[in-house]
């Protein structure tokens, strides 16, 4: 059984970072992408970042590159999301996913994988 599992969310205030985890297990996806996705309340889940598992590319969301960076340990079977000078409008919970194919995807349909998310608050 597949599950991925989040953690590293918590309250910040703007400007400040937070990096969040997430560990796989079941299976490995060291040859698939994996990525992040947050949902704020009233609105849809929304793409943040993903990286191949084979040529590392990553992709970001206009609204988080230069602030937010997103890395994989294929060893640990594990994806980071680094977050720096967050903002109020960050504040959302978190999820990370994985897809078995192996290319970027930046819609949520394109993912098999889901974790239970981690929410994220960031204060004025």
């Known amino acids: 059984q597949v599950q991925l599992v989040e953690s590293g969310g918590g309250l910040v205030q703007a400007g400040g970072s937070l990096r969040l985890s997430c560990a796989a297990s079941g299976r490995t996806f060291s040859r698939s992408t994996m990525g992040w996705f947050r949902q704020a309340p009233g609105k849809e889940r929304e793409f943040v970042a993903a990286m191949e598992g084979i040529r590392v590319t990553t992709d970001y969301a206009d609204s988080v590159k230069g602030r937010f960076t997103i890395s994989r340990d294929n060893a640990k079977n594990a994806v980071y999301l680094q977050m720096n000078s967050l903002k109020p409008e960050d504040t959302a919970v978190y999820y990370c996913?994985?897809?078995?194919?192996?290319?970027?995807?930046?819609?949520?349909?394109?993912?098999?994988?889901w974790g239970q998310g981690t929410q994220v608050t960031v204060s004025s």
């Open positions: 996913a994985a897809r078995n194919a192996p290319w970027l995807g930046t819609s949520p349909d394109r993912y098999d994988y």
